[in-house]
C-alpha cells in the first residue's frame, strides 16, 4: 500500500487521559514533524470530579494541567511554529479554561486566539429530562433527582467551524474523543459532512491516537518486544486529503509501532465494528487494513461510512450512596485461603455490629483476594504465599462505611498468622459515582462556538438515517476445525488481545498472529465458549463481530463489570486485563503450528 501523493497533515495525540505524561508535548515537538497537537482529557468519572469542583468554585471545572503544565511549557514554541491545538480540556467549564489560557498568554507575552466549543452542557436541561420520561438507554432507569453533570457528545464540526474562524487553540467540553483529529481534518482538507468514507477514516484516525501510547505500544500483547518504555512515543497521524493516513512516532523515541499494535488499539472499547457510532458518521471498521510501510509506520485504509444518527449521546452523572475499601497484605503458606477467610470474618463480624447499632446495612460487598488470580475464575492459580486482602463495601450511610475503617484493621492482630498490616493507612469513604446513559435529538440541541466573546451557531444536520437494526448477522470469518487430536495451547501463542469498557459491557478483541490460523480460531472462539470461560463474571450476554480485514474478532460481554466505572467494587473496573484472561485460555492448536 502506498502512502499516497499530496499534502499530509500531522497531528500528534499529545493526552490520553486526565493525568496522561507532560512528556509527550516536549517530545512531539522536539520531531518538528507535527502541525497540530490534539488532547483528550476526558471520561465520565472525570466530569463528575469536575463538575464538583466548579459546584466549589466558579472559575473551576476544567484540566488545570493542560493550562498550566502543558500550555505553560509549549506555548511560545507552539506561536513560533504556528502548531494549532485542539483539546477536549474545557471539562465541565470551558470558558473558564479559556479565560486561564489567554491569562497564561499575557504573561508570556503572546497573542491567542482561541475559540472554544459550547452546547455540550445540558445540567439545565435536567428537569425537562425528567418530566420526558427519559430512561437509561442500558437499563431503562428512570432519570435521576439529582445529577452531578450531564453533557452531550457532541462532535467534530463545531472544531472545524473555530479552525476555520483562524483560532489557534480550540477547547471543547464534552466530545466525542476522536472528534478532536476528525475536527481537524475536516477543516484542513474541507471534508464535506456527507463524505461518510473520509469522514469515517477521519474518525479512526483519532480513535487510533485519543489514548496515546496505547497504539505505540503501550499495553501491547508482546510487551516484551517494546523498547524503552521509560521514552515511548506518543503517536502521530500523517493524514492525506483522501482518507487514508500512516500512524508513526516520533524519531528515536521508545516504543512500538506494528499493525499489530495499531490494531490492537483499534479494538480498543468498541462494540460492533459496523456500528461505530459518531455524531458525524456512522462507520464501519470491518474491511480496515494496516501495512508496515517501514520502520514504525504503519498505513491504514478501509473504513467506511453511513450517515449518522440523529440522536446526540447524553451522559449524566450523580452520586449514588457511599463506597469504602481497605487492603490487607497476607503472606505464607495458603495466603490466598486465609486472606479469604479474613474477609469473610470481617463481613460478618461488621454486619451484625451494624445491626446491633442500628445503621444501615451494607447494600453490596465483595471480597478479592490479589495475588490469588479472582480475575480468573475457575482456571486461577491460588499457590501464591503473599497477596493483599481488598474488602470493599457500598451503603447509602456514611456512617456504616465508617465502621468498615474502624474494624478492617483489626484482622492484624486476630485473625490469619502472616497479616502484615493495614496498605495504604485506614480507609475513607467516598462517594458511589453513576453513570446514566441516554439519546437525545440532536435537533434539541443548540451547539455554538464562542470566539473572542462572539457567539456563532454551528448548523449541525440532524435528520441521522442510520439504523444499526437492519444490518446483516455479523460473522463473517470461514471457519474450519482442528484436528481431534490437536494439543492444546495457551490462545496467547495465536493471537494478540486488547480490552475496555462500556458502561458495564466489556469488549475483547483478538488478532489472529497468521491468517492461516484464523480458521480454526473462528469455529472455537463461540460466544458460547468465550461465556463459560468468563462464567465467575456472570455475563448476561455475549455477542461476537468479525473484522475480517484485520483478521480479528471482538466479542462483547454483558454486565460483567459490576455496574462498571466509579459505581463497580470490582478491581478491574475498566476490564483492562480482560483480554489477558482470555488469551489464558486453551484452544486446540491448528493444523501446521509448531509452537
Not at 63 to 92: H, Y
Not at 529 to 542: G, K, W, Y
Request: proline share 5%; aromatic share 6%.
Amino acid at each position: 500500500m502506498e502512502e499516497g501523493a499530496g499534502r499530509k497533515v500531522r497531528i500528534g495525540g499529545a493526552s490520553g487521559f486526565w493525568g496522561d505524561t507532560a512528556l509527550a508535548v516536549p517530545q512531539l515537538l522536539a520531531s518538528g514533524a507535527v502541525d497540530y497537537l490534539v488532547f483528550d482529557y476526558l471520561a465520565e468519572v472525570t466530569m463528575s470530579i469536575l463538575a464538583a469542583q466548579r459546584a466549589k468554585d466558579a472559575k473551576a471545572g476544567y484540566a488545570v494541567d493542560f493550562v498550566q503544565i502543558m500550555m505553560r511549557e509549549a506555548l511560545p514554541t507552539l506561536r513560533e511554529r504556528g502548531i494549532r491545538v485542539v483539546a477536549n480540556a474545557g471539562g465541565v467549564n470551558p470558558l473558564a479554561c479559556r479565560d486561564a489560557l489567554l491569562t497564561l498568554a499575557a504573561e508570556l507575552g503572546l497573542t491567542l486566539k482561541v475559540g472554544v466549543v459550547v452546547g455540550d452542557d445540558l445540567g439545565a436541561m435536567a428537569a425537562e429530562f425528567r418530566a420526558a420520561g427519559v430512561t437509561e438507554m442500558f437499563s431503562g432507569t428512570v432519570f435521576p433527582q439529582r445529577v452531578a453533570s450531564v453533557n452531550a457528545y457532541l462532535g467534530a464540526l463545531p472544531i472545524k467551524a473555530a479552525l476555520d474562524a483562524g483560532c489557534d487553540v480550540v477547547i471543547t467540553g464534552r466530545c466525542v474523543d476522536s472528534a478532536v483529529t476528525l475536527g481537524v481534518l475536516m477543516h484542513e482538507f474541507g471534508w464535506a459532512v456527507d463524505d461518510y468514507d473520509k469522514l469515517s477514516q477521519g474518525t479512526l484516525a483519532g480513535h487510533l491516537i485519543e489514548c496515546g501510547a496505547q497504539c505505540t505500544g503501550g499495553l501491547f500483547t508482546d510487551w516484551e518486544d517494546v523498547p524503552d518504555w521509560e521514552n515511548i512515543g506518543f503517536p502521530i497521524v500523517e493524514a492525506s486529503a483522501g482518507g487514508s493516513f500512516v500512524i508513526t512516532k516520533a524519531p528515536g523515541t521508545g516504543g512500538l509501532v506494528t499493525p499489530a499494535t495499531v490494531a490492537e488499539q483499534l479494538l480498543y472499547e468498541i462494540g460492533d465494528p459496523r456500528a461505530y457510532l459518531v455524531p458525524d458518521v456512522s462507520c464501519d471498521f470491518t474491511e480496515v487494513t494496516m501495512v508496515q510501510l517501514g520502520e514504525h509506520r504503519v498505513g491504514v485504509r478501509g473504513a467506511t461510512g453511513r450517515a449518522p444518527t440523529a440522536s446526540y449521546k447524553v451522559s449524566a452523572t450523580f452520586a449514588d450512596g457511599y463506597r469504602n475499601t481497605g487492603f490487607l497484605t497476607i503472606a505464607g503458606e495458603q495466603a490466598v485461603a486465609k486472606a479469604r477467610r479474613t474477609g469473610q470474618a470481617l463481613l460478618t463480624r461488621m454486619g451484625r455490629m451494624l445491626e446491633a447499632r442500628g445503621l444501615p446495612p451494607f447494600s453490596e460487598t465483595r471480597i478479592e483476594v490479589l495475588g490469588g488470580e479472582d480475575m480468573y475464575g475457575a482456571h486461577a492459580n491460588t499457590t501464591a504465599r503473599e497477596v493483599v486482602l481488598k474488602m470493599s463495601a457500598k451503603s447509602a450511610s456514611k456512617d456504616s462505611l465508617e465502621l468498615l475503617a474502624r474494624e478492617f484493621a483489626p484482622a492484624a492482630t486476630s485473625m490469619a498468622p502472616g497479616t502484615l498490616g493495614l496498605v495504604g493507612g485506614r480507609p475513607s469513604p467516598t462517594p458511589v459515582v453513576r453513570l446514566f446513559s441516554f439519546l437525545w435529538p440532536k435537533s434539541a440541541v443548540a451547539v455554538e462556538i464562542d470566539v473572542a466573546g462572539e457567539r456563532v451557531p454551528v448548523a449541525i444536520p440532524a435528520d441521522g438515517g442510520f439504523d444499526a437494526s437492519a444490518l446483516a448477522p455479523a460473522l463473517r470469518h470461514a471457519s474450519a476445525g482442528s484436528p481431534t487430536d490437536a494439543k492444546r495451547v495457551p490462545l496467547i501463542h495465536l493471537a494478540h488481545g486488547r480490552s475496555g469498557d462500556k458502561g458495564d459491557k466489556a469488549n475483547i478483541g483478538l488478532i489472529a498472529r497468521r491468517p492461516e490460523d484464523l480458521p480454526a480460531l473462528s469455529a472455537w472462539l463461540t460466544p458460547e465458549r468465550v461465556a463459560a470461560h468468563f462464567a465467575h463474571r456472570s455475563p448476561s450476554l455475549v455477542e461476537r463481530f468479525d473484522l475480517p480485514g484485520l483478521n480479528a474478532i471482538n466479542f462483547v460481554l454483558h454486565d460483567v463489570l459490576g455496574g462498571g466505572g466509579m459505581a463497580s467494587l470490582h478491581t478491574d473496573n475498566l476490564a483492562k486485563a480482560y483480554a489477558q484472561v482470555l488469551l489464558a485460555m486453551d484452544v486446540p492448536a491448528p493444523a501446521g503450528f509448531k509452537g
